[in-house]
């Protein structure tokens, strides 16, 4: 169906079903191209229109974000003192970068995640063959099929801002992703 291409195309997806959020229908701008799992999150509605925020938490709902997407993300025990701790190190990066995005009228070019205990979780730090330590801190890049892991073990604002920066730069050593 010409349909399809067209919207394909136009969208750059690939994948079907695929449930596109569009702001305006004009202009084409897209609110998130993960409109499955935002609705699949959040089914009473009460988020809508699923404008995606900067920073969130790992669950299902983001593994397409994660296929699709460069991410940053911050790992950890899953207690509620190192999840606060991950929002409160993460947060203040991923507002500037998703502000910097918006004001050059792009979509972000890093999306920001921390991560606890779930069944996406364990299977992502499969996957990528993480080392099986809290805090870690790592970009994913799966449509290169390349992770950067830092090596820092303890992971301030500071270490954090530092990484994104070095990333940004070009200037961080990529590993391969198995799997």
Request: net charge negative; glycine share 8%; hydrophobic share 35%.
């Amino acid at each position: 169906d010409d349909r399809i291409k067209t919207l394909s195309k136009l969208f750059g997806i690939s994948g079907i079903p695929t449930l596109i959020i569009v702001e305006d229908l004009q202009t084409g701008k897209i609110i998130t191209k993960d409109g499955r799992g935002a609705v699949g999150a959040d089914p009473e509605g009460k988020e809508f229109p699923w404008i995606p925020k900067p920073l969130n938490m790992l669950d299902g709902q983001y593994a397409g974000t994660l296929n699709e997407e460069t991410s940053v993300i911050l790992f950890t025990d899953g207690s509620d003192k190192e999840m606060e701790n991950a929002k409160s190190v993460l947060q203040p990066i991923a507002d500037e970068s998703h502000a910097k995005a918006k004001e050059q009228g792009e979509d972000p070019d890093l999306f920001f995640f921390y991560a606890g205990e779930d069944e996406i979780v364990d299977s992502l730090r499969d996957f990528a063959n993480l080392e099986d330590r809290d805090p870690l801190l790592v970009i994913l890049d799966i449509p290169d099929q390349k992770i950067y892991v830092c090596p820092e073990e303890a992971v301030t604002q500071d270490v954090a801002r530092a990484f994104v920066s070095k990333f940004q730069a070009g200037s961080l050593q990529a590993s391969p992703l198995r799997g």
